[in-house]
């Protein structure tokens, strides 16, 4: 009982320690971000890394989920005589919510890993501690500029993961299944809000962009100096990074129908 006890102790010990870990990394880019930003070239290249690299992905990703989306959509819809409203459903499970979500994850998987590998070949290579024997704030060079990156290109793909996925809703719906087109774009348009749909996928995205971002340096810039370190900080990535979207997702989704 007392070595369960103690085993407990310990787990809970290192989780406080962890998230005050995370914390401190947090709070110092944040106070390191005004001067990183003031040199904005970084930013944008990190954005470009992030961004442009990654849209591949996710407008095929984005593409087959709306041709999903449709077919699901008018196979239910058509048992109630609302085939027409297949372009609304489509649009705000896009912009709500698969939008959003969906972009996290890929932009999880496909950029977070590999901000994770390079900060963490950075610090295997002994090029962060370099850096701060030169006086420079490897935080402030090398962490600030690639997390507003993430937080600025997350929104982007977003919006561009939801535009394919209408798209595709709408070759599945109009040419291929037969449901009017002014029928699709008019549904769609009377039935998404600009604030209270397109706004909340905003700031979801928003959110997204940060946790994945935050998550990927954080694992990169603790792991172990080793190979082996760099390899499971890079899978410790997806898996947290995915399991915050997915509940973050859950808690801002309940405040936001709540208000």
């Given at each position: 009982m007392m070595a369960l006890a103690r085993r407990i102790g310990a787990g809970l010990r290192g989780t406080l320690v962890d998230v005050g870990a995370a914390t401190r990394l947090l709070f110092t880019l944040l106070a390191r971000s005004p001067r990183a930003l003031g040199r904005f070239v970084l930013v944008r290249e990190q954005v470009f890394y992030l961004g442009n690299r990654s849209l591949s992905i996710i407008g095929v990703s984005g593409l087959f989920v709306g041709f999903v989306l449709a077919l699901q959509g008018?196979?239910?819809?058509?048992?109630?005589?609302?085939?027409?409203a297949v372009g609304m459903l489509v649009a705000l499970s896009l912009v709500r919510e698969l939008g959003p979500v969906v972009t996290a994850l890929l932009f999880a998987g496909r950029a977070g890993t590999s901000l994770t590998a390079e900060i963490g070949l950075m610090k295997a290579g002994e090029q962060l501690t370099a850096m701060e024997m030169m006086a420079v704030d490897p935080v402030q060079r090398v962490l600030a500029p690639r997390f507003w990156g993430g937080?600025?290109?997350?929104?982007?793909?977003?919006?561009?993961?939801?535009?394919?996925?209408?798209?595709?809703?709408?070759?599945?719906?109009?040419?291929?299944?037969?449901?009017?087109?002014?029928?699709?774009?008019?549904?769609?348009?009377?039935?998404?809000?600009?604030?209270?749909?397109?706004?909340?996928?905003?700031?979801?995205?928003?959110?997204?962009?940060?946790?994945?971002?935050?998550?990927?340096?954080?694992?990169?810039?603790?792991?172990?100096?080793?190979?082996?370190?760099?390899s499971a900080a890079t899978t410790r990535t997806v898996v947290l990074s995915s399991l915050a979207v997915l509940g973050l997702d859950f808690m801002l989704t309940a405040t936001m129908f709540s208000i």
């Amino acid at each position: 009982m007392m070595a369960l006890a103690r085993r407990i102790g310990a787990g809970l010990r290192g989780t406080l320690v962890d998230v005050g870990a995370a914390t401190r990394l947090l709070f110092t880019l944040l106070a390191r971000s005004p001067r990183a930003l003031g040199r904005f070239v970084l930013v944008r290249e990190q954005v470009f890394y992030l961004g442009n690299r990654s849209l591949s992905i996710i407008g095929v990703s984005g593409l087959f989920v709306g041709f999903v989306l449709a077919l699901q959509g008018y196979y239910t819809l058509q048992r109630y005589g609302s085939a027409e409203a297949v372009g609304m459903l489509v649009a705000l499970s896009l912009v709500r919510e698969l939008g959003p979500v969906v972009t996290a994850l890929l932009f999880a998987g496909r950029a977070g890993t590999s901000l994770t590998a390079e900060i963490g070949l950075m610090k295997a290579g002994e090029q962060l501690t370099a850096m701060e024997m030169m006086a420079v704030d490897p935080v402030q060079r090398v962490l600030a500029p690639r997390f507003w990156g993430g937080f600025i290109a997350m929104p982007l793909l977003a919006a561009v993961f939801s535009a394919v996925g209408i798209i595709g809703g709408w070759l599945v719906a109009v040419p291929l299944i037969g449901i009017d087109a002014g029928a699709f774009w008019s549904q769609m348009q009377g039935g998404v809000d600009i604030w209270s749909d397109v706004g909340n996928g905003v700031i979801k995205s928003l959110v997204f962009g940060l946790t994945a971002t935050f998550v990927a340096l954080l694992q990169g810039y603790t792991c172990k100096p080793t190979p082996e370190g760099v390899s499971a900080a890079t899978t410790r990535t997806v898996v947290l990074s995915s399991l915050a979207v997915l509940g973050l997702d859950f808690m801002l989704t309940a405040t936001m129908f709540s208000i």
